[in-house]
């Protein structure tokens, strides 16, 4: 596959995120304007919760068809289950159609598996057909096993994807974690996706963290089952599609 090639493959992959604190609608509709005017479109625009009628009003006025996910319990993970399943409702009302939930990590790490698998089984439950991401939070979980333990929990409890990091916390996406997480996944008895997020910021960094999925799961990395958050990503990879051919 050519190098170009392996960008435009790239670019599909991409949840193109905005998850900026004290954010607001002028900023937002000045994000949206730059990114949704292109033509080169990614798999999904990730934004929060209190953006997402903007966003579709936005879509829906630009005639693009492109897929809009937010985040819930974001991004301590703290929160009761009844109050996420509350968040995921309002999300699915407001236009979403993927929902990216933090794992609650913390109870994991105390050893509480069981509040672990109740709560994403709710979660599951409130999604619906929706398709939804779990982020185990890679960074703050101290051994290979917790991320596998993590992992595990997450497809167990029927995740769509389980995704590394909330890009909140001061370790994001690592390769060792990204093995870790693709080998679980990989096992798994049904396909389950990937999604690699926090600190992902250059181009070779994407790229490999591409082949590695491929070479883990024998998988041509397509959007049903891989995406990579990116935010700052989006602009280097439009510059390089956008060069002259030789």
Known sequence: MTNQLKLQQLLKLLDLTRLTDNDNSTEMAAWLAEHMLSAKLPAAFCVYPAFLGQCRARLAELGVQSTLATVVNFPTGNAAADMVVQEIQQALALGADEIDCVLPY?????????????????????????????????????????????????????????????????????????????????AAKRPVGFKASGGVRTVAQALELMAMYEDITGRLAQPELMRIGASVLFTELSALLAEPQA
């Not at 109870?107 to 057909?129: I, N, Q």
């Not at 185990?136 to 497809?155: D, N, R």
């Not at 093995?179 to 990989?186: N, W």
Request: aromatic letters at 4%.
């Open 106 to 186: 913390q109870a994991l790490l105390a050893g509480d598996t069981g509040r672990v698998k109740s709560f994403l089984y709710d979660v599951r439950e409130a999604c619906g057909k929706a398709c939804l991401k779990i982020i185990i939070e890679s960074g703050e979980l101290v051994t290979p096993q917790q991320i596998i333990k993590a992992t595990e929990l997450a497809i167990e409890c029927g995740a769509d994807f389980v995704k590394s990091s909330t890009g909140k916390v001061p370790v994001g996406i690592t390769m060792e974690a990204a093995r870790i997480m693709l080998t679980v996944i990989a």
